[in-house]
């Protein structure tokens, strides 16, 4: 009992300094201003955003000592908080006062910059106040951490791939537009039309290959660690673009050949006798030896010297007579035929197209192509062979001289 | 365009009879053909050398012969292969065992009467092959420089259906009227005159053979219906156009070359042998000989042909000479020495194989 007495009395005594203090200026020297005691707390509304994205985060600040404050603003501290290459922007402007014992609340907006890396930030908000340290007016500042995650577009889509299957084509990705394009412009190279591309199993490995060795080449050449950022509409848009283009410069550049060498070399329907030759004869596949092939194009059968297109596409040729035009004599058509040929087998192809050319030598049909037991009063049928099917063939001169 | 620069166009009847080969032969016999030995003697009288005249055998003068001569006086390789001995015709003839026959030059001049159409040089020249048992009289005529087919196939026809011809500049005649004429003097000078009772053949041999041209060759696949009705005409000049297909009537004569070809209908022929065509060599020379040899082949088969068909069946109806003819006949339409394609088309038909089955069947 004496104790609980003794304690009551004390506390009774320093209640009475304290008043007495707050009352009446004390006579002793000023005592050091304490600080505002101040709480800060910062609450994100969500803490994962994609680049641009916004996340509201309530701010509560709370004044718990009995002097008045004059709170200012809360923004982002950092490196990377201003400027140009800001990566998160978001500043709250307040300029009120709290009251002691007294809490204020604000949103806060937070934007994750083109710039945000796509990893977690643990970002600091600055609360900065003012208050009256004697006759001096001060700034203090409270921090709060807020955590905000950036991902990438489709993150959370990708989280439904198998495992690691998603990073995989993410790795992929530069390259799989490339063997699109790729094989778009191939196909249609090869008359295949404009067909719907894939990407199938048997590409997995050489994309995989392309992949690496482009990583390297951007890791040299960029001298950068960050790969690409595809999280940009714009540099996504331009790695695809670069990337389908090129995929197809070789196909390409083999389609502009091919129609070059379909221009200079490619057998048309209704073909002259001239051109004929010259295309039989002279093309940079133009066999030693010709053979007469007997074939299907559906259910019809078809028969005619086997010739090859620019494109390897199969078309079928008349056998032709050489002969001399009337505008020459004996003696000349003895000596061409001395020059040109051995027997029938030709000599000098070359020769022998240019004189055919100056019309010194004249063609006509000797075995037409057959379409069943119609003949095909054409040197070479083209369009109505195409899918021709070759079940049987014999060695035949293309032309053979007669007098 | 395919120009043609030589063209030989033969054509031959086909005279049989049996005039000499009766069990009761005439006691006259301008020349001996009547039996084996008196063939035999014949073809021994006459000289090697071709100047042996009508004259010279009979001791009158003749109605239309001029020389007569061996068929066979030139070695060649029909001849050798008709008889199978490479020697021929140098030892052992045996004319009437082989069914060898003569032949005679005419006296008369014939001319080919060019109606203006034809701008070519046409070269008759008459021959007559004579048998024991009848004749054939055969024209040869040779057509040079420039022609075309359609103009050779013009040419075939009007020799058949128009007076084409003249014997020593007398009045035109047609090609069925010059074989009367030539038939009239061989009866006087070889057989019986009006009583040879002599039967011919309602259709001739006629043989075309290209020998020579330029600019290239007709594809058969190739000809239009009118190219190839002007083909046909070449093998049936005469009447109605043929009414089959045409392939039908074309005999390949290569497997592989499509341009050696035998156009064929009844006994008549159009070669075309492109191997042959090319100007180097001897190719023309064989030509002319391959178009010699169908000719005298096909002759020689009708004549044996029509022998047996105008004989009797029965063995005992037939005289012993003529007897070994039909024996002789059949042997050489059975195994013929010499064969080529257009003589295989004829042995093939059914006047042919029915003659042979007619002496296997002698009763």
Request: hydrophobic share 40%.
């Amino acid at each position: 009992m004496l104790l609980i007495a003794i304690g009551v009395a004390g506390w009774s005594s320093a209640g009475f300094a304290a008043s007495g203090s707050r009352g009446a200026p004390s006579p002793s020297p000023s005592p050091t201003p304490s600080p505002p005691a101040i709480e800060f707390l910062a609450v994100p509304n969500h803490e994962i955003l994609n680049r641009t994205e916004q996340a509201e985060v309530s701010v509560l600040i709370s004044n718990k000592s009995d002097k008045p404050v004059q709170v200012l603003d809360v923004s982002l501290a950092g490196k990377n908080t201003t400027g140009q290459d800001a990566h998160f922007t978001g500043n709250l402007a307040i300029n009120s006062e709290l009251k002691p014992f007294t809490s204020a609340s604000r949103n806060l907006t937070i934007t994750a910059t083109e710039k945000a890396p796509f990893t977690q930030t643990k970002l600091l908000l600055l609360l900065r106040y003012s208050w009256n340290a004697g006759n001096e007016r001060v700034t203090s500042m409270q921090t709060a951490t807020v955590p905000i995650t950036v991902q990438r577009p489709f993150e959370e889509e990708a989280k439904g791939f198998p495992g690691g299957t998603a990073a995989f084509l993410y790795f992929l990705l530069p390259v799989i537009p490339a063997l699109l394009s790729y094989q778009l412009i191939e196909r249609y190279r090869k008359g295949e039309g404009w067909s719907l591309p894939t990407f199938s199993a048997e590409h997995i490995v050489p994309a995989f290959f392309l992949s690496i060795i482009l990583s390297f080449v951007i890791l040299y050449v960029a001298r950068t660690k960050n790969g690409f950022d595809y999280s940009s509409p714009r540099l996504f848009a331009l790695v695809l673009a670069v990337s389908a283009g090129a995929g197809a410069v070789v196909p390409f550049v083999r389609l502009l050949h091919d129609r070059w060498l379909s221009r200079t070399w490619g057998f048309k329907d209704n073909e002259c006798e001239t051109e004929y030759l010259r295309k039989a004869l002279l093309s940079p596949w133009s066999p030693a030896e010709f053979s007469w092939a007997t074939g299907k194009v559906g259910k019809i059968t078809w028969q005619g010297i086997l010739l090859e297109q620019p494109g390897g596409a199969k078309v079928l040729g008349a056998a032709v007579q050489i002969t001399r035009s009337e505008t020459v004599d004996d003696a000349f058509w003895e000596n061409a035929q001395k020059e040109l040929f051995d027997g029938e087998v030709i000599r000098n192809r070359q020769r022998l197209v240019e004189m055919v050319a100056s019309r010194q030598l004249k063609v006509v049909l000797n075995e037409p192509i057959m379409e069943g037991k119609r003949v095909v009063k054409a040197y070479v049928v083209v369009g109505q062979v195409k899918g021709f099917q070759q079940t049987n063939s014999d060695v035949k001169n293309l032309l053979r001289p007669l007098t | 365009m395919t120009t043609l620069t030589e063209t030989m166009v033969d054509v031959a009847d086909c005279h049989t009879t049996l005039y000499y080969l009766s069990k009761t032969p005439p006691a006259h016999a301008p020349l001996s053909l009547a039996n084996r030995d008196d063939y035999e003697a014949l073809h021994q009288l006459i000289r090697g050398d071709g100047t042996t005249g009508y004259v010279d055998l009979t001791g009158t003068a003749a109605e239309i012969i001029d020389r007569v001569v061996h068929s066979y006086r030139k070695k060649s390789k029909y001849w050798t292969r008709f008889v199978g001995d490479d020697s021929f015709p140098q030892f052992s003839v045996k004319p009437w065992e082989r069914v060898l026959p003569l032949q005679a030059s005419l006296k008369s001049r014939v001319e080919f009467v060019n109606n203006g159409t034809f701008n070519f040089k046409v070269s008759p020249l008459p021959t007559v092959v004579i048998y024991p048992f009848g004749w054939s009289t055969w024209l040869s005529l040779r057509l040079t420089s420039a022609h075309t087919l359609s103009d050779l196939s013009r040419f075939v026809q009007y020799i058949f259906n128009a007076k084409a011809f003249k014997i020593n500049g007398g009045q035109a005649l047609s090609l069925r009227e010059y074989f009367t004429a030539v038939a009239d003097g061989i009866r006087a000078d070889v057989f019986g005159d009006k009583d040879t009772d002599d039967s011919s053949s309602p259709q001739f041999v006629l043989v075309t053979t290209v020998i020579a041209k330029h600019g290239g060759s007709p594809p058969l696949k190739l000809l239009t219906p009118d190219e190839q009705l002007e083909m046909l005409r070449l093998v049936k000049p005469e009447g109605p156009p043929p009414k089959k297909d045409f392939e039908s009537y074309v005999k390949p004569a290569s497997s592989k070359d499509p341009l050696q070809f035998v156009v064929v209908n009844d006994l008549s022929r159009f070669i075309w042998l492109e191997n042959l065509l090319k100007g180097v060599g001897q190719n023309r020379v064989w030509l002319g000989c391959h178009h010699h040899n169908t000719m005298r082949s096909l002759v020689h088969a009708l004549q044996l042909q029509r022998l047996i068909t105008l004989s009797s069946g029965d063995k005992r109806q037939l005289s012993q000479p003529l007897l070994e003819l039909l024996q002789a006949g059949k042997e050489r339409l059975s195994t013929p020495g010499y064969r080529n394609l257009s003589l295989q088309v004829f042995l093939e038909s059914p006047e042919v194989k029915a003659a042979i089955e007619k002496v296997n069947n002698l009763k």
